[in-house]
T-cell receptor, first 114, second 115 residues
Framework: DGGITQSPKYLFRKEGQNVTLSCEQN?????MYWYRQDPGQGLRLIYY???????QKGDIAEGYSVSREKKESFPLTVTSAQKNPTAFYLC?????????????FGPGTRLTVL | QQQVKQSPQSLIVQKGGISIINCAYE??????FPWYQQFPGKGPALLIA?????SEKKEGRFTISFNKSAKQFSLHIMDSQPGDSATYFC??????????????FGKGTKLSVIP
C-alpha cells in the first residue's frame, strides 16, 4: 500500500536533548513537508522540500533542522534550541508537478518534553 | 498575521442536521481551497477542494460554497452523522507558481454530531 509512515508514534524527550522524527513515503512524491500542530492553532509549516538535497524554511523553522538525502525520506530534528517542542508533528507529501497542491499526511508523531 | 480565518472554533450539531463551517482569506493570490478532516490522533485527510472558477462543489454530503468577491468559502455537511465528528481545517494556496507548495491552514473547527 502506498502511503506515508512516521515513527515513532510517541516520543519523549528530556530538556536539552535533540530528537529526530522519521518520515518515509512510497508515493513517489517529490515534495515533502513538516507541520507542527498545537491545540487550537491549526497546522503551522516548519520546513518543506521540493526536491532532493533542497529544502526551505516555513513559518516556524527556528529550533528545527531537516535533511533530504533521499526522495522517500525527510527526517526532522527537534533541537535543544526549540523552547517549546511539545506538540503533534505531521509529515506530508505531494506531487511537485501537480498544479493544485493536494497534500497527503502521515499519522503523526506526538512529542512530549519531560 | 493569520491569512485564513476559520469559524466557529467548535460546533455541535444534531444527527441529521446541517453543519456549516466558514473561512475567510486575505491573500487574493490564493486560488486553491481544500478542506481537510482530522480524527483524534490521526493525520488530516483531504475531504474536498475547490478552485475559484466555480462557486460550488458537491461531493456526496459535503459541499463547498465559494464567494470570490467576499473572499470567503464554507463547508456544508448535509445530514450530519456521528461518524462526521472530527476536526475540520480549511486551507488555501496558490495553485501554481512561486509559493504554490505552501498550504495556509485555518485554526480548525471541532465538530461534534450528537445522536
Amino acid at each position: 500500500d502506498g502511503g506515508i509512515t512516521q515513527s515513532p508514534k510517541y516520543l519523549f524527550r528530556k530538556e536539552g536533548q535533540n530528537v529526530t522524527l522519521s518520515c518515509e513515503q512510497n508515493l513517489n512524491h517529490d515534495a515533502m513537508y513538516w507541520y507542527r500542530q498545537d491545540p487550537g492553532q491549526g497546522l503551522r509549516l516548519i520546513y518543506y522540500s521540493q526536491i532532493v538535497n533542497d529544502f526551505q524554511k516555513g513559518d516556524i523553522a527556528e529550533g528545527y533542522s531537516v535533511s533530504r538525502e533521499k526522495k522517500e525520506s525527510f527526517p526532522l530534528t527537534v533541537t535543544s534550541a526549540q523552547k517549546n517542542p511539545t506538540a503533534f508533528y505531521l509529515c506530508a507529501s505531494s506531487m511537485r508537478d501537480y498544479s493544485y497542491n493536494e497534500q497527503f499526511f502521515g499519522p503523526g508523531t506526538r512529542l512530549t518534553v519531560l | 498575521q493569520q491569512q485564513v480565518k476559520q469559524s466557529p472554533q467548535s460546533l455541535i450539531v444534531q444527527k441529521g442536521g446541517i453543519s456549516i463551517i466558514n473561512c475567510a482569506y486575505e491573500n487574493t493570490a490564493f486560488d486553491y481551497f481544500p478542506w481537510y478532516q482530522q480524527f483524534p490522533g490521526k493525520g488530516p485527510a483531504l475531504l474536498i477542494a475547490i478552485r475559484p472558477d466555480v462557486s460550488e462543489k458537491k461531493e456526496g454530503r459535503f459541499t463547498i460554497s465559494f464567494n470570490k468577491s467576499a473572499k470567503q468559502f464554507s463547508l456544508h455537511i448535509m445530514d450530519s452523522q456521528p461518524g462526521d465528528s472530527a476536526t475540520y481545517f480549511c486551507a488555501a494556496s496558490m495553485g501554481s507558481g512561486a509559493g504554490s507548495y505552501q498550504l495556509t491552514f485555518g485554526k480548525g473547527t471541532k465538530l461534534s454530531v450528537i445522536p
